[in-house]
């Protein structure tokens, strides 16, 4: 399905920037931000690399913001601006329900596509001080996704996302990741995620792999 539609809008860009004591810290990247095919670099020359590709561009719905400060009242405060994900882009608009895999999107002059969904990790359980944070992520599916980039470009805050092809529109994330995220996933449903092009090739080769030792 090709299409031209606005579906969302890129609120903030996060960049990470190295602190005075060493470590790394995601920060908003003001003005215009580069989009490479691995990763980003903003005006004033922090960059982002990635060696994997299909992990280009780390995206969180802003939408989720709300759940994770009722959910964790005490620590309302580490959701008071993005960031506390990791994540490159935060967005309104669309959320791993809406968006499919392979979907591809224009952002200013970039064009980028859905790759594959997060994997949360002990990181986000030590971020949250809850070591059940990343099965919540991944069941709920809140747990932001990634693009690769199929037209480097420029993009900034701001910027509408405009959903102009959709390829595989019976395969939101969500449903995609209620097969990876399940130990208990079905031979059918494994087979045709193995098969599923699009998807990066991480989450195809878990799915053959998961089949194949059935």
């Known amino acids: 399905m090709n299409t031209q539609q606005p579906l969302a809008t890129l609120d903030v860009i996060l960049c ?3 602190q ?3 470590t790394q810290l995601k920060k908003t990247a003001n ?3 580069y989009v490479g095919t691995h990763g980003i670099e903003t005006e004033a020359g922090h960059q982002e690399h990635f060696d994997d590709p299909e992990c280009a561009i780390m995206n ?3 939408e989720h913001y709300d759940f994770w400060r009722s959910h964790y009242p005490a620590q309302a405060e580490l959701f008071k601006t993005p960031g506390i994900f990791g994540e490159n882009f ?3 608009g669309i959320t791993e329900h809406t968006i ?3 979907d591809t999107f224009i952002i200013g002059t970039a064009r980028l596509q859905i790759s594959w969904g997060r994997v949360a990790c002990n990181t986000m359980a030590g971020r949250l001080n809850d070591p059940n944070a990343p099965e919540l992520m991944h069941q709920q599916s809140r747990n ?3 693009y690769r980039v199929l037209q480097p470009g420029e993009v900034q805050a701001g910027n509408a996302i405009t959903l102009v092809e959709r390829s595989h529109v019976d395969w939101p994330l969500s449903r995609v990741q209620n097969i990876i995220f399940n130990p208990n996933a079905s031979a059918s449903d494994l087979d045709a995620l193995s098969k599923l092009d699009l998807l990066a090739a991480i989450w195809k080769n878990e799915a053959k792999a998961r089949l194949d030792s059935m």
């Open 100 to 102: 499919c895999i392979g």
């Open 20 to 22: 005075a004591d060493g």
């Open 60 to 62: 969180y719905a802003l």
């Open 16 to 18: 990470n920037q190295r």
């Open 90 to 92: 935060a967005t309104r």
């Open 144 to 146: 932001g996704w990634f």
């Open 31 to 33: 003005g215009r931000v």
